[in-house]
């Protein structure tokens, strides 16, 4: 089911608030996904969502311009995956707000020097049928 914005079932937008790990797909230059674990955070405020890092990773590198990226996270037969595209962003600003919103969901990451956003500009939210 693809889901608008302003119309997340109160069951889906539950789902991405508990705490639940997720898996972060990007690209490598010649094709292949790159699959890691990772926290993600929706930001219905900014329309977006947040993966924090360090700036040296993988995910950054393959975010380092504009890229297709997708967000899954699964609880038994409950699923939610996020499509859209990825930019790292490393302003304090962006950094501040996705650990802020990490840490509501998740817990206080330690202090990182090296930790940038990733935000992702969501194109598509889908989700399993238990949230219709």
Not at 61 to 66: G, P, V
Request: positive net charge; aromatic residues 6%; charged residues 20%.
């Amino acid at each position: 089911m693809g889901v608008p914005w302003g119309a997340f079932p109160q069951p889906l937008l539950e789902f991405w608030t508990q705490r639940h790990l997720c898996t972060l797909t990007t690209l490598r230059a010649d094709g292949r996904p790159h699959v890691v674990p990772v926290g993600v955070v929706l930001d219905h405020d900014q329309r977006c969502a947040w993966v924090i890092t360090r700036r040296t990773s993988v995910k950054a590198r393959h975010l380092a311009t504009l890229a297709p990226v997708a967000a899954c996270q699964v609880d038994g037969g409950r699923w939610s995956t996020i499509e859209g595209h990825g930019v790292v962003a490393a302003d304090a600003d962006s950094v501040a707000r996705a650990v802020e919103l990490y840490a509501a969901r998740y817990r206080q990451p330690k202090p990182n020097p090296e930790r940038v956003a990733l935000r992702i500009e969501v194109d598509r939210v889908l989700s399993s049928s238990a949230f219709t």
